[in-house]
């Protein structure tokens, strides 16, 4: 458990934000992948801080080290691991002990957990920076995934009050799939990016945070995958979804909008389509039933909470003196994870496929 | 994977609705645990079937026969197993061979998923009838948990359109969790009932059904336990909880409305209160930062789905002759499993904080 | 861990020698593999006490009751549960609580480890009947691997100082070890059989006891199976055969012999053979090197120790009292489990191949 | 599986012999323990290769870069990595396509295995290389061991035919183990050491080698650690110990030669020894009975082959031209690996016990 995930492909993350270097070791990868370093680096932006949409270039210190498990940019089959340096660490910007803990961060939980011995300079193994190696094992994996014609794609269902159109729940098309990989801010609808930027930004400006919900999917996975009970797709991808930080919720298809449905209206009925393929009419439990794919889109939406990094002042306790007392949260933080997020929601879904298939 | 979970307390469930039995096998439980057999039946009874909440005597056949790792009511700390015998397996109802899946079923899909080999009379080992060992676990568990103070309980927060009161995120008293735990139709407003129950039965007399969402709770959780990506308490919780049949969303504290909130008002500031204890003046991380407790009590909802049994005329294909055709489906029903399934959602999270305490 | 073996296949056994009842649950059995339980009960007789090799007709106490994962003798996929009845259980012999440790049992190490609290009539959960479930488990996946080819036997390599001529290393023929499968006290010089049994006869008058080696032997299994360092072919065996009762110690191919070698007379030379295969021109590895399988016949010895249930008086000490005494353990036990034993080790290798292929 | 091994404390091993670097990740540490670097590296010293017992300086390449989860040389309980840049990588000894694999290496196996596509120059992933970082691992695990009075020790038990002195199994004192621990040979009775040398010098000059059996033992490993069956502490041990190249058995106390003995003989007996702690009068079951420590030192030996890189000309294949052919392994190799493999196990002893405990 903790950082590690995974049974046939098992993934191994460490690292604290301002240590030497995070990274990840991906075991049991299958061999003679050829894996696209460009892809990876290019999903890899997306998660990277400070970008906006218009091309920035790649900043160094965020290039990942392969150190194994890469021959000529094929997989060996034993294990890879990249460390990514941390070189911007200015460890004088922290105390080395916890003395305020941050409201709804890990600092008090993790203080508690550790005993006062993990690292809280910019949260440590708890900060939003771990999800880079997570990002670039999921980059490797959807390679592989891509060649059994299995496509990842997400988009910023809403921020706040503000919603995207949702995806079409019976088929997402390649290109839609492919266009949103490439953008730093994915919205099926594109005009609604100055909305969503603007409520952002206000709330940036008056030091405050939003946050969001992310819609995923993943085309092309075969019917029969998956176990009964606790061996479940869903089971699966939320066991591994809920390592991302600020994720509140997760649900499959209708999700809880299901309840109020009457199974009249929420059975998804079978038919043959015009290939001959199985398919249902409508698919509102996203693509899984009793745990199993049935082969129609796996979707799934998440709830990433505001971040909780504000710079309006806090009531927090102060646990040297053992009293209350107020926290300002000084520093430029990120107003709306939201964006950035996407493409490690995709990346764990696809290290759970790997694992699954 | 499949039906075993766990990893410290490891529990293994077994059984088809229409075999010789069902019956689950608990391994690693500490030894020395006296357990009251009477209030493991009371829970079961919650579970069970055609029952309303007028004491209905405990039929047979339900009874779980404890075969190891107790002695003299006292856990012997080796795997404990039960088996409830399956004596009403009319097998005649059924072909063996699936022809007609039936939608939102796990039919279809676990028919690829086993080649047509699995057991489809019933549901098989996709039947519902399957959580009675989980809840037969569950309840030796949660007596073990409550010797450590930590209480669960659950109510039913809505059907369809209507709601209970929520709990309250802060506190939930011992009497209201004991009172809830007696309960066939577990609600915070005993009044609603009736509504509630109207509304089912509207929906059975239309040969449909109705889902809802279960509010769960479990106080008396220190601070300091889970940890951090992939072994958080949401993980490790989700990853159990999605193995109860027609569960289609989890969502912890305020869930998916937290993204619709600012950070200044989600963030769960902290203080002192009068007994020197640090506590969170909100509760919107339902108890859980950075994946590990922080001593609130942790809160979670969990979306049941309608049941997918009805007896409209539904659209499905003929495995068979492979074509289009319609099915309705015989038998009595359960219009809505809500209130059987909020004792399933406490004792899969019985199951769960063994695991991680 | 504890009584839960495997990673694909995973076994749970449960019971104690003087509970209700014994078993297993076989979780993620390949579904539609046609089970001859005729078979499945002669392996199972070959580790029934009480046995010699002129045909006993069986007893129905130990009949395995399967209660889940098997319809019409074909494999469900989903899990396989076993019950064997405890008949016999005269539990006047044994107090519940454990005042003389037996040397060498698991009696006292067991004491400490369960607080007191573990079942101690008959060894309880460490008793050699528990090895009865893993003998029924093991029983269904070599037909399973027979299908694929692949072959397990053992024989008594020793009792004592006493050798049987030991397996031929490069290739054990199907005719060999088909005869093994079907013996009682599987030797392949059945000429030896008068001597051991005269010396395992000669310790049982005078109230004592011997162990012996067993050399099991798979072959047909392919080259390429495993995975180096931890997940090395030897690794997993090794980590079921221990839970076998009374093993001391595993070698693979020469063994501990090896290590008396030069490199080069050590060294597995290749050669492709007649049929353009590759082969080694020895063994001394026993199949696998860098913990892969090389498609030569996996060969291992079992150390088990002498049955520690002898009757000759022994130095205990009194937990009650708190002082040394003596013990003169009563009743009818087995001089040798050699014979018996080797069903056993041959059932463990078939679960771990299950896993491994 | 694979490179992955733990249950409480993970250990995920990386690397390839001329890839980038090696390294492992460990995984769960208790937070908060002071780890001694000199020390660590002391042992990692002794692993080395091209050293005698007359202190080398360190080079520096196999100087361990801790990544994370150490803060002030304290563990934070977070993941902890560290990395082992391979400098002295000539790529150009080797080809990357396998074409006459060595006899008795993983070269054949792994081949097949991955499909071709491993690394092999150098052994690759299978090098001996690889149990750097296992010792790494295991000296920080032996340092929090020692707080709890658990000491871990091993000597060369015999080389070829020449034997040393075998531990006392009832009682090693401390003073002997931190004696062994210095010692780049280690030998109870250090006058052997002339002869062993000699020995391995002779099948130096003449291009072979030779292998030869290690003892260790952990005491102060209090009673009642284990489980039953499969999470016996010889399971766990064996399953870790495989994972060191070239071993081929391990046995367990009187190990193989138990099986010689009678009940009376071998049956560990117990008394109160004068302090009133309960002790055996033998250890023939090396510590370990029905998988549970009693208290006794935890006592093993484990089989080394001998090195399978020799410079005598081998049969062995073309894989290219599919023929036979002879082979002639060039550079300097290691005559015998034993010596400076008694740290290595050691160390995979004090991971397993982290596990256990």
Not at 165 to 179: G, R
Not at 182 to 206: A, G
Request: proline letters at 6%; aromatic letters at 6%; hydrophobic letters at 35%.
């Amino acid at each position: 458990m903790s950082s590690c995930w995974g049974d046939k492909v098992k993934i191994s993350i460490f690292g604290e934000s301002h240590g030497k270097g995070i990274g990840v070791v991906v075991d049991n990868l299958p061999s003679g992948e050829k894996i696209d370093m460009d892809k990876v680096l290019q999903f890899m932006d997306r998660r990277s801080p400070g970008k906006d949409k218009t091309s920035t270039p790649r900043r160094e210190k965020d290039f990942p080290n392969v150190l194994s498990g890469l021959l000529n940019n094929t997989t060996t089959g034993t294990p890879l691991c990249a460390v990514i340096e941390n070189t911007n660490t200015r460890s004088q910007d922290y105390g080395e002990t916890l003395r305020y803990p941050r409201p709804s961060h890990g600092d008090y939980s993790g203080h508690i957990r550790y005993g006062g011995y993990n690292d809280i300079r910019g949260g440590g193994h708890f900060s939003g920076r771990l999800t880079a190696p997570l990002v670039f094992a999921g980059s490797i994996c959807r390679q592989i995934l891509e060649r059994k014609g299995i496509r990842i794609a997400s988009h910023i269902y809403s921020i706040g009050n503000i919603n995207d159109v949702p995806f079409n729940p019976l088929k997402v098309e390649n290109e839609l799939a492919e266009q949103l990989n490439r953008q730093f801010f994915p919205l099926i609808d594109t005009e609604r990016e100055v909305n969503m930027r603007d409520y952002i930004e206000s709330k940036r400006l008056s030091g405050d945070s939003t946050g969001g919900i992310i819609e995923c999917v993943a085309t092309g996975v075969p019917a029969g995958v998956g176990s009964p009970m606790f061996g479940g797709v869903e089971n699966i991808l939320s066991s591994i979804i809920f390592g991302v930080p600020a994720v509140k919720g997760i649900e499959f298809g209708t999700g809880f909008d299901i309840t109020k449905m009457t199974g009249s209206q929420a059975n998804d009925q079978y038919a043959y389509d015009e290939h001959g393929n199985i398919v249902t009419l409508t698919n509102h439990n996203g693509g899984i039933t009793g745990g199993i794919t049935n082969g129609m889109p796996i979707l799934f939406r998440v709830a990433i909470k505001p971040t909780p990094s504000i710079s309006v002042p806090q009531k927090t306790v102060d646990l040297l003196n053992r009293e209350n007392t107020e926290l300002v949260i000084k520093g430029r933080h990120d107003p709306c994870i939201v964006p950035r997020a996407t493409v490690v929601i995709e990346s764990a879904l696809a290290i759970a496929l790997m694992n699954i298939l």
